[in-house]
């Protein structure tokens, strides 16, 4: 007599069964993905901001999502303070893909210069940010929003107006470090504070500027449009985020008096001077 065998399936028929399981199974996280994205609120924008500038700079009553949405801007003196200022009314935005990244588009009634296009590019490790608006100046800002940040700010009260704007600006993060090409300027326009009875006090020129023989460092200089109160200064702001800046405040001729309270305050005083000193 003869022993009968069962037919035996051929060893590779499981793994046939499971391939259209695991195939199904990444469709499925592939779809939850794009869901996730497509309809992500707008409060993860709100907490990447608040992450990149360590609670300085806030959104604040988001609505909508990451692609189409508002929310109100808010600068703060960073955790644990309790020094805040919000620009009047809200900012919109819309994001959209273009080319290999995304464009941010930015409008506030108050503040912004019809449309802030910026060009957000990400890469393996890497992420660029660049200004992608050709308009003579980005934004014009209240000085009194300052107070926001805290200290000294909010001792000085600041009136007049900021106007920003740029030059081929482009940040790049590249293991963990910014990197900056083009030129990023802001304008403090007819300053006044409300230590000097003194008003206005003068415009001022604060420019940031990439420096091409020494990459990763950018060159921070302040000059005194016009005004009775001059400013002046220069420094360096690095990659790593570390800062220096030095310096001075003084009176134009015949200002002295009408200045002499406020230049005690600003700065360490040096006979008719005070100088300022950051890091």
Same mark, same amino acid.
């Given at each position: ?50 992450? %990149? +500038? ?13 692609? *189409? ?10 955790? @644990? ?34 449309? &802030? ?26 000085? @009194? ?44 326009? *007819?300053? #006044? #504070?409300? &230590?000097? +009875? ?9 420019? &940031? ?8 460092? #950018? ?7 016009? @005004?009775? &109160? ?21 009176? %134009? ?6 200045? *002499? *309270? ?18």
């Amino acid at each position: 007599m003869y022993a009968t065998r069962t037919p035996q399936a051929p060893a590779d028929t499981g793994r046939r069964h499971a391939t259209p399981r695991r195939w199904a199974v990444a469709g499925a996280v592939l779809g939850l993905l794009i869901v996730l994205v497509a309809f992500a609120p707008a409060s993860w924008l709100a907490r990447a901001l608040a992450s %990149a +500038t360590e609670g300085h700079l806030l959104l604040a009553d988001t609505r909508g999502s990451i692609w *189409n949405g508002s929310g109100v801007l808010v600068l703060s003196g960073g955790a @644990g303070s309790r020094d805040a200022s919000a620009l009047p009314g809200r900012l919109r935005w819309q994001m959209r893909l273009q080319g290999a990244g995304l464009q941010l588009a930015l409008q506030q009634d108050c503040c912004v210069n019809q449309q &802030l296009l910026l060009g957000l590019r990400p890469g393996l490790g890497r992420l660029a940010i660049s200004v992608d608006s050709q308009a003579d100046w980005l934004a014009r800002l209240p000085a @009194g929003w300052l107070a926001g940040l805290g200290t000294p700010w909010n001792t000085l009260q600041l009136g007049g107006s900021l106007r920003l704007s740029a030059r081929e600006l482009k940040f790049e993060r590249v293991q963990g470090r910014w990197l900056q090409s083009g030129d990023l300027q802001l304008d403090l326009v *007819n300053l #006044s #504070s409300r &230590l000097s +009875t003194l008003a206005p006090l003068g415009s001022y020129r604060l420019s &940031l500027t990439a420096d091409t023989a020494n990459p990763g460092v #950018s060159q921070l200089r302040l000059s005194t449009l016009e @005004g009775a &109160l001059q400013l002046y200064g220069q420094g360096t702001l690095s990659a790593s985020g570390k800062s220096r800046f030095v310096g001075e405040a003084s009176a %134009a001729p015949g200002r002295e008096e009408a200045l *002499n *309270n406020l230049l005690n305050i600003i700065g360490r005083r040096q006979g008719a001077r005070s100088v300022l000193t950051i890091g």
